[in-house]
């Protein structure tokens, strides 16, 4: 494998096959493969979902679809049952860092993760990292592993992204639901098409399903990481990533990589509203790299404050087309009193101008779908 620094994606089902505690089933081999790569001075960072599905036969709970404080009392069980299951196939170190999305968002605590992993990596000693499941609520989560893992490969700055999963790759359709199903070995560009195909789980005790594994694929090739799909119950998938060859499904990693601010403010900030823009605006965003103006802005979508990302939106005759992502200079209250004004008109609107653009092209990201 001609990569240095890897994340490995694990998911539920490989964990916790049974959804009664930790099994080694799935996890000895995939251990085998991490041992294996420490060997080869590939390091190596852990993101492993099973939680809350090795807790689960812990807490009462009476149906499939257990509370939202069910499943974080059972993640509270889980994880440390998850840990050592881990640590007992290595004979090197294992670390616990549970995080959230508003760690991640917050860039202090992000450099913080950042600088702990490589101290860690340092050491030889396998980061393992989860969501902080019992702590987060909504707001504050990622949601899903396969967006965290991502999230996680960025601020690693890995070269590669394995998800491991029950499936052997991306299909054109459900194999779980369809036999004719087949694989789609390399995937070079994620298109609109591509997430047609992902359906979402079976599994009550997973999250996300394929559409999760795209959006965290589309994110990582972003950033230029190599991502791969593989079948984490086939020992021999193992033995072809480690001889450089493609089990499952590989998406390409882009040439062109955004600016670590600019990934961050795509990747890891929630919107808290958005800006409807006009034909005139769109051109000059995507043709020309113009910064927003208020004179293209027509309307608004929540309640924001100064600073806040918002997506940027415009709506054709068939349906609303989200344009771009960036960092608002106006509150929503503010913005709605200029918007459609030419930026001379602002100070006299507000009696104050703190500037020319409502979103900088330097805060400014846009779609590529
Ligand atoms: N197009 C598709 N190709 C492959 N798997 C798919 C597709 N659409 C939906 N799936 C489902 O996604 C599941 C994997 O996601 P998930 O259960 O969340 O796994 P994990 O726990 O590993 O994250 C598969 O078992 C499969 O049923
Ligand atoms: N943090 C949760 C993982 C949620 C999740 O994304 O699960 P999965 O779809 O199996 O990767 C847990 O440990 O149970």
């Known amino acids: 494998m001609q990569f240095k620094r890897?994340?490995?994606?694990?998911?539920?089902?490989?964990?916790?096959?049974?959804?009664?505690?930790?099994?080694g089933k799935h996890v000895l081999a995939i251990a085998g493969f991490i041992s294996a790569c420490h060997q080869q001075d590939i390091e190596v960072i852990l993101v492993s979902s099973g939680s809350v599905a090795a807790g689960r036969s812990s807490i009462a709970h009476g149906s499939n679809t257990p509370s939202i404080a069910a499943k974080q009392a059972m993640a509270a069980v889980g994880q440390m049952q998850m840990m050592a299951n881990w640590q007992r196939f290595f004979d090197f170190s294992c670390s616990q860092l549970l995080i959230t999305h508003g760690d991640l968002k917050d860039r202090k605590r992000y450099l913080n993760i950042k600088n702990t992993v490589r101290v860690l990596l340092e050491n030889r000693v396998l980061p393992i990292i989860n969501e902080n499941d019992t702590v987060a609520t909504q707001e504050l989560k990622v949601g899903d592993n396969d967006?965290?893992?991502?999230?996680?490969?960025?601020?690693?700055?890995?070269d590669a992204l394995l998800i491991l999963s029950d499936v052997d790759g991306v299909f054109d359709k459900d194999p779980r639901k369809f036999s004719d199903a087949t694989l789609i070995p390399n995937i070079e560009e994620i298109t609109q098409d591509i997430y047609d195909l992902a359906g979402g789980?079976?599994?009550h005790l997973a999250t996300?399903?394929?559409?999760?594994?795209?959006?965290?694929?589309?994110?990582?090739?972003?950033?230029?990481?190599e991502t791969f799909?593989?079948?984490?119950?086939?020992?021999?998938?193992?033995?072809?990533?480690?001889?450089?060859?493609?089990?499952?499904?590989?998406?390409r990693a882009q040439g062109n990589t955004l600016t670590a601010k600019k990934q961050w403010l795509k990747n890891t900030l929630k919107s808290s509203g958005?800006?409807?823009?006009?034909?005139?605006?769109?051109?000059a965003l995507q043709k020309t790299g113009a910064s927003l103006l208020a004179i293209g802005v027509k309307g608004l979508t929540g309640d924001f404050a100064k600073g806040a990302a918002v997506d940027i939106i415009y709506f054709d005759e068939q349906a609303p087309k989200i344009i771009g992502k960036g960092i608002s200079q106006y509150s929503s209250s503010d913005l709605a009193r200029i918007q459609g004004q030419g930026s001379h008109n602002i100070e006299t609107i507000l009696g104050y101008c703190p500037s020319q653009e409502v979103i900088h092209r330097d805060d400014l990201v846009l779609s590529n779908k």
């Open 147 to 158: 967006n965290l893992a991502a999230l996680v490969a960025m601020v690693v700055e890995a």
């Open 274 to 283: 958005a800006v409807h823009v006009d034909q005139g605006a769109v051109r």
């Open 208 to 225: 996300g399903g394929m559409a999760t594994k795209i959006q965290a694929a589309e994110k990582a090739c972003e950033q230029g990481i």
């Open 229 to 251: 799909i593989v079948n984490g119950t086939k020992p021999k998938a193992f033995e072809q990533l480690l001889q450089g060859a493609n089990p499952g499904t590989h998406f």
């Open 6 to 23: 890897i994340v490995v994606k694990v998911g539920s089902a490989l964990v916790s096959p049974d959804g009664q505690g930790c099994s």
């Open 201 to 203: 789980t079976t599994n």
